[in-house]
Every structure is written in C-alpha cells, then in structure tokens.
C-alpha cells in the first residue's frame, strides 16, 4: 500500500513554484512550526539571512545530534549496529571536526580544475545521448533517455561504479526518498544499497582502479573503515545522479514555458551560464538540507527556539526571498548569479557544485542545438511533477521535436 | 581592499574560483582555496566583494582600504 502523506509547506508545489503558504511565512514572522515527512516536529526557517545563519553555525545547528531523524519507533527497532553503519561516512549527518577529516579527502576531487577536465568527456556522453535520441526519432521521454542517464554515467565513471548497475541503483535511489513509500520498505531499500556498495568497496580494495573509490582505497584506504568507504561511496553516487538528472528535467521544461529565454540558451554562449544559476536559484529542488538541531536556545527572526529542537532551513524559501532579489518568482535566466543555496551553504555546502554545473552547461545549450525545434509532446497539464519527494523532479517529460 | 582566506575553514566549493579567477584559485594536493593577488581595487574590488560574499564557509575576509604603508 502507498501512503499519501502531507508534505510539510516548503515541500509542497505547484508545478515548479512553491506554494503561497511558505511566501506568506516569509513574510510574516519567517518561522513557522511544521512536521517533517517522518513525522516529527521540526521549526522552519524561511528567509534568506536566517537560512544563511543556520547552515553557517555547527556549533549551535548540529548535524549530527540526531543525524537523519527517524520516528523514535522506526530507530528503536535498529540495532545499535545497524545504526552506526547507517551513520559511518554521512558527511551530511557529521558536524567538524569529523566532518572536516572525511571532506578534506574528497575535496581534491572536486576543484574546478579537476572538474574542467572532465568537460571533454561531458560533452561526449552528453553528445552520444542525443545521437542515440536523433536515430530512433521523436517523441521522447526527456527524463528516461537524457536526464537521468547522463549523470549517472558521469558518476559512474567518476566514482568506479559500472554502469551496467544503473538500473538497480536509479531505482532504489528514486524510492529511497520517496516519502509515499512507507518507511519500512524504504529502510530496506537502504540496506540493500549499503550492501550493493560494501560489493563495489570489496571489489575496489582488491584492485583498486583510477577512479575515486580506488583513490580512496589507495590514499586513505588506512584510515577509513569499510563501513565509512560504503558511507561516503553512497552519498556520492546518489548525490550525483539523483539532483542533477531533476535539475536537467525540470530545467528543459522550465525553458520550454519560457521559449525567449530557451533561445537565448541555444544561440547565445553566454547566456549559459547565468541560466544555469537563475534555473537552480528558481527551481531550487532540494526544498531543504539535513534538519540540524539546536545546541542551545537560539533566536531565529524574533523567535525563541529552544535546545534539542529540529531545524529545517527552507532553501527553496530562501532563494524566492525578495532580499535575495527583485521579483524572485520570476524565471529570468539574463540576471543569473552565484548568490543562490541551491546547493546550500555553510560546511556541508555542495560538494558536487562544479561538476553539477559543467553537467548542466554542457547538457542544456547542447540538447537545444541539435533539437531547436524541441517542444513538449503532450500538453503541460499532463506532465507529471513528483509531489512526495525529498528532491523536486518529473516523473517524465515526453518531448518531441 | 585586501582579502584574506582561512585554509583551515575552506571547504573548497570553488564558488570564488568561478566568481573570480583572476584572484582566486584552487591547489591540487587539498583542493583548498589559494589568493593570488591579494591586493584588489576597481572592478576586480566589486568581483571579490561578490565572491566573499558567495563562500559558503566563511573562509574569505575582505579588509576595506589600502595596506598600511611599511613599518620603518
């Protein structure tokens, strides 16, 4: 059976916009009570300031308290085991300085340099996905055949993963946070992606190759237990495929209701990137980070909080915020800049920031050049949004051309 | 102006390598943050300003004004 549960405000949408219910909060009083999909109580922070303050201060927003938080029922039936592994190498569930010690080893990983290397082999998989959708023709699922593909194998490659896994692991990430589906089977769903990745570690350990899980093997192989490796491995390959393939969806659809700004992506370089910020600002499709909980009573926009409370910084709030810009509701990708959270902020910033956006300025302006005549292949009423999802995305987006 | 950048606090998101290139970049043994002019002014001044002001970590300080001149 599938539940339908309510999604607290700043996850719900109306198409790609958040609902009028989380402006209204913004505006009056910036912090509301709501309930987390789990269930549990949580404060939500919705200005722009106020979000910036809590991602920016560990030591009174922690991380790793609770790490992700669970009813206390479902945690009661984990074992102490089970808990700690579900924990070991979830950078998004540490505060520093444990967190510093297992970022600091992927950072070199992740520069811009490092990052513009890839661009070559970017564009050439980004180039083999549109040959394979030019030979067999249009209509199209957008979602199926370009979105979700091309990053997947870009993660794959870059982590060590074959892609010939895809399949098994698109699917468990895609259901994984799924909040509709019900927690038990979503616990499962972990368990099986731990043991899929301890297969990926072993094989690593014994032959590690040129790819990040064997630069970990080899450079850091003594520090890290397997359970970490199996941690850290995991978070990157669903962080990588799961964010950018939505931003890839959505954002085609975004610029197919804004067909003047769709040709500016098309025929004008430089429009690029500025696009592909003001699309991750507008879309903002990670609704809100890890819940941090308080250390000490705080203050947030004159609200007294006090220790040991949940707090979820609202980005998608924050990055439709007027002090952030003016008419922050309106998609116009010819201002786009940096200062967005899209990909947060604070420590736990995104890692996969540089590679997240060569990914999409190499996919955008390449799928509009070859297809100029893209246009939706059904009317927009029927496309479908995803509403109870940790991540904001398209089930599909049949396109033709 | 000068701006300054705490190593130790860096969390290498890139964010003032892309804002900034001509004053900001990246070694490749820790993928930490490395000034290379620190002394901004003009343009490259309203640039830098951006790129503090986009560090999610908190890594970058500006200090208004012009260095003082050298001690005797």
Redesign the interface.
Known sequence: MTETPVMPLHMQRVGFDPVDGLARVRENGGVTRVVTPFGLPAWLVTRYEDVREVLSDPARFSNARRGFPLPDEVELQLSEEEIAQRRAGQLLAMDPPDHTRLRRMLTPEFTVRRIGRLAPRIEQIVEQHLDDLEREGPPADLVSRFALPIPSLVICELLGVPYAERAGFQRRTRRQLDFSVPIQERLALQRESREFMRGQVVRAKAAPGEDMLGMLVREHGDELTEDELIGIAGLLLVAGHETTSNMLGLGTLALLCHPEQLALVRDDPAAVEPAVEELLRWLSIVPSGIPRVTTTEVTLAGQTIPEGELVMAALVAADRDPALLDEPDRLDITRGGMGHVAFGHGLHHCLGAPLARMEMKTAFPALLRRFPQLALAVPYEEIGFRGHHFIHGLHSLPVTW | MRVSADRDVC?????C???APAVF??D?????VVVLTSDVEGPVADVVR?AV??C???ALRLIEGQEPPAGP
């Open positions: 969390i290498g998101s890139g964010n390598v892309l804002t970049d990246q490749d043994e820790e993928g930490l951006a002001a986009r999610p970590s908190g």
